[in-house]
T-cell receptor, first 112, second 115 residues
């Protein structure tokens, strides 16, 4: 079975500071990896994904994540955050079909 | 350009009553997934359905919970004889199929409160 651990339940940062949201997974087989974002009172939206190929994947709004197979990690980073990045971020893995296993979520709070 | 539509957004029930949550997938999507989010926890997979078929219900509680996705109309998640522990946010997601792993489109959720 697969599992996902998001090591920080809350991450407060100042605007324009860098941020890293940590995600580790456990699986005995190869996985696909995802980050979803949930803005207040909204559903989840796909932020970025790793399926194969380059281990560094990027989103259109400046986030990036790097798949590290040896450390079984898929940490999410942004070099400079904005107030609008305030949201909850979920790391997820999938082995087959579309069944996603989610982490507990990390609440990112941006302070001015 | 409707996304995944869930209703009701908020539902209050007393213990022992029934809760019905509805989900209309995005246009052109024939796969529906239900997830439950308990307070301070991540999303837990419940069930995966295609039109008129349950594909994977490994996350569904054995009793009181059922799901369907009829040929016509929305997918329904039904909880009979609700208990306080059923209070949670229930999210529906849809996809076209299995060609793009993990690319699910989520609704805004239905928040069930059991008194």
């Amino acid at each position: 079975a697969q599992s996902v651990t998001q090591l920080d339940s809350q991450v407060p940062v100042f605007e324009e500071a860098p941020v890293e949201l940590r995600c580790n997974y456990s699986s005995s087989v190869s996985v696909y990896l995802f980050w979803y974002v949930q803005y207040p009172n909204q559903g989840l939206q796909l932020l970025l994904k790793y399926l194969s190929g380059s281990t560094l994947v990027k989103s259109i709004n400046g986030f990036e994540a790097e798949f590290n197979k040896s450390q079984t990690s898929f940490h999410l980073r942004k070099p400079s955050v904005h107030i609008s990045d305030t949201a909850e971020y979920f790391c997820a893995v999938s082995v087959r079909a579309q069944k996603l296993v989610f982490g507990q979520g990390t609440r990112l709070t941006i302070n001015p | 350009n409707a996304g995944v539509m869930q209703n009701p957004r908020h539902l209050v029930r007393r213990r022992g009553q029934e809760a019905r949550l509805r989900c209309s997938p995005m246009k052109g999507h024939s796969h529906v997934y239900w997830y439950r989010q308990l307070p301070e926890e991540g999303l837990k997979f419940m069930v995966y359905l295609q039109k008129e078929n349950i594909i994977d219900e490994s996350g569904m509680p054995k009793e009181r919970f059922s799901a369907e996705f009829p040929k016509e109309g929305p997918s329904i998640l039904r909880i009979q004889q609700v208990v306080r522990g059923d209070s949670a946010a229930y999210f529906c997601a849809s996809s076209r199929g299995t060609t793009t792993p993990g690319e699910l489109f989520f609704g805004e959720g239905s928040r069930l409160t059991v008194l």
